[in-house]
């Protein structure tokens, strides 16, 4: 029925909706004529109001105007206040509404239940609006034309033209005779190419050979970007045999970028540069233009993942200490949005500067010495803290690699990127996140003291009097923005970026604080025992409890996938018994690759989807 309804109003007001504000008359005219019993007329109203307002808002009219505005209509058609200031809250709201929809499908509706509370009320009421709003708010996505289309279309430009000037580098390289520095620029955008193929073939290997055939011809043409970039911003939903949705597929390109050309390229780039400038103006420009697009693409695509991560609405509803910083209106977004773009892009330009100084000074071998006593001691600080074993639930030898590569990596994306996602407590951490990027940050001005007072100085070079102007621009340009960014998030969550939280404490606390089962249950299982060992008593106690009830009363949440993914230890134990005699002797219990993939479909949406389908049941 909600669908229809939605359909049926865009029916009516389609003409409306081309040409501004419609009268609040013929909104009324059509709020009577959908069909059944309609209990909330005014409602309703003032919500079509608010969508059409979002599109004017959107095509440059001043929202606050708008907002105003519809305050005062909506007193007009006999709306209490205490509604009317409900609807003026959704109107600045919806676009993240909209957001939503096109990245999780029904979570969007989660977006609003947990934004606006006597929406639930709504819902509950009349079991159709949810639907109405879905069919609205596709209609609204094809009319607006900023927002995660644009972000997307910009995104897969940068990478693109990022390719284009490497390439474009490459054969500068070859006509300088600086033959090793074309060979490796050529085969870091093979390295990047490779990785971006192997994660096509793990996200498609179970479809026919003829789509991964595609889709890998796709890749090594350096279409990706773009092909990512249409795929997302017209809602394409994640297929059978895919593993990845959509948005996942396309960060997880994004982060082969990163790690195989973006910030390796820059780093060469940088170093090429400051070591042996080019001659001609023209070769200038380019090696220039193709350090600030590397540059720009790579501080792009750290913002995405961040903001994307943040506006999750299942992370919202399950971690909402961590997520939520990125408030809910679209000016605001897009504030945040920019200025993680700009602190990203000059953190890495700062960062490749320092290298390439500390190379000039001290050569080669010195600079890795140095890398690697910094990654050794946030190494030594994650044993110190106990917080080095990663939260993934691979035990044994397996699990200490793999906390190894995690927190190597993690620190090198953070070293090039001050990617904001990072201070999460199961990552990097508040306070060491926001010690690294202060050092790494004064980094260059570090190597350009020790460079002036070493062997190496050359004062016929210019290199200090070249280099340190940019290197104070780019920190004033990194300082304007990390201000905008703290000035312009929710403020209850700036002290995520300076907590002492461990990941162990993280996951006592989201254990306690949970307010529904499949949550509670969750932060144990997608998390090594290790994290909860504090507490094991108690978990396994409410363990046991809980599966008797869950496998009596038979709630949504209890699938045979769920089941596989709790620990022996956790299942009571004439239940375990039973388990392994139906398997012949042992049960079997999920792999590492099926807990990932579990955890990914839950965190894009799928399983919150049928959760609340199971809760409407």
């Avoid at 060979?183 to 996200?203: E, F, H, R």
């Amino acid at each position: 029925m909600g669908n229809r309804i939605g359909q049926f109003i865009l029916r009516n007001t389609d003409t409306h909706i081309r040409r501004s504000l419609p009268s609040l008359e013929d909104l009324e005219i059509t709020c009577f004529q959908l069909p059944g019993t309609f209990p909330e007329v005014a409602f309703m109203n003032g919500l079509l109001i608010d969508l059409l307002i979002t599109l004017t808002a959107n095509k440059g009219t001043n929202t606050m105007k708008n907002l105003e505005r519809l305050a005062e209509e909506t007193k007009k058609l006999g709306i209490d206040e205490v509604k009317a200031e409900h609807v003026k809250q959704m109107a600045s709201a919806f676009p993240a509404f909209i957001e939503n929809q096109r990245k999780t499908g029904n979570s969007a509706i989660t977006h609003l239940t947990s934004n606006f509370p006597f929406m639930f009320e709504l819902f509950s009421q009349n079991p159709w609006l949810p639907s109405c709003l879905e069919q609205i708010s596709l209609h609204l996505i094809e009319l607006t034309p900023f927002g995660l289309k644009a972000r997307m279309v910009f995104g897969a430009s940068l990478s693109c033209l990022d390719v284009i000037s490497d390439l474009g580098v490459t054969k500068m390289y070859y006509d300088e005779g600086r033959g090793s520095l074309a060979t490796i620029t050529l085969s870091l955008i093979g390295l990047s190419a490779c990785l971006q193929c192997g994660l096509v073939y793990i996200n498609n290997k179970a479809k026919p050979a003829g789509t991964l055939m595609k889709e890998l011809l796709i890749t090594i043409t350096f279409t990706k970007p773009i092909v990512d970039a249409y795929r997302v911003a017209n809602g394409k939903i994640q297929q059978p045999g895919e593993v990845l949705s959509p948005l996942s597929d396309m960060l997880g390109t994004k982060m082969c970028e990163i790690f195989g050309e973006s910030i390796p390229g820059l780093v060469v780039q940088v170093v090429a540069l400051v070591n042996a400038p080019v001659v001609s103006s023209s070769g200038q420009t380019l090696a220039i233009l193709s350090i600030i697009l590397s540059a720009v693409s790579t501080g792009f695509a750290s913002s995405m993942i961040s903001y994307d991560l943040d506006v999750d609405v299942n992370k919202r509803r399950n971690n909402p200490k961590f997520y939520g910083y990125v408030p809910d209106a679209d000016s605001a977004r897009t504030i945040v949005f920019t200025a993680m773009t700009m602190l990203s892009s000059c953190f890495v330009l700062s960062k490749t500067f320092a290298i390439a100084i500390l190379h000039v000074t001290f050569g080669t071998t010195t600079v890795w010495m140095i890398l690697g006593i910094e990654m050794g001691i946030y190494l030594l600080y994650k044993v110190l803290m106990q917080d080095f074993r990663y939260y993934l639930p691979i035990n044994g030898p397996l699990g200490v690699l793999a906390s190894i590569i995690i927190r190597v990596g993690v620190k090198i994306i953070v070293d090039f990127t001050a990617c904001v996602h990072f201070r999460h407590v199961i990552e990097m951490g508040g306070v060491y996140f926001s010690f690294n990027v202060l050092v790494a940050q004064a980094s260059p001005f570090i190597a350009l003291y020790f460079y002036e007072n070493s062997a190496s100085y050359d004062p016929t070079s210019n290199l200090s009097q070249k280099f340190s102007p940019l290197l104070k621009i780019l920190s004033g340009i990194w300082l304007f923005w990390v201000l905008v960014f703290f000035k312009t998030i929710k403020s209850d969550k700036i002290k995520s970026f300076f907590t002492l939280m461990t990941a162990a404490h993280w996951t006592v606390d989201l254990f306690h604080e949970s307010t529904d089962d499949a949550s509670k249950a969750e932060s144990i299982i997608d998390n090594h025992s290790s994290l909860w060992v504090s507490i094991k008593g108690e978990v396994v106690e409410w363990f046991w409890r809980s599966y008797r009830v869950w496998k009596s009363q038979s709630v949504n949440f209890f699938t045979p996938e769920f089941i596989a993914r709790i620990p022996d230890e956790l299942i009571p134990p004439e239940e375990l018994q039973d388990l392994n005699n139906q398997h012949g002797g042992k049960r079997r219990r999920s792999s590492i690759f099926e807990a990932l993939l579990q955890r990914q479909l839950q965190d894009a949406g799928y399983i919150e989807r049928e959760k609340i389908k199971g809760d409407k049941k």
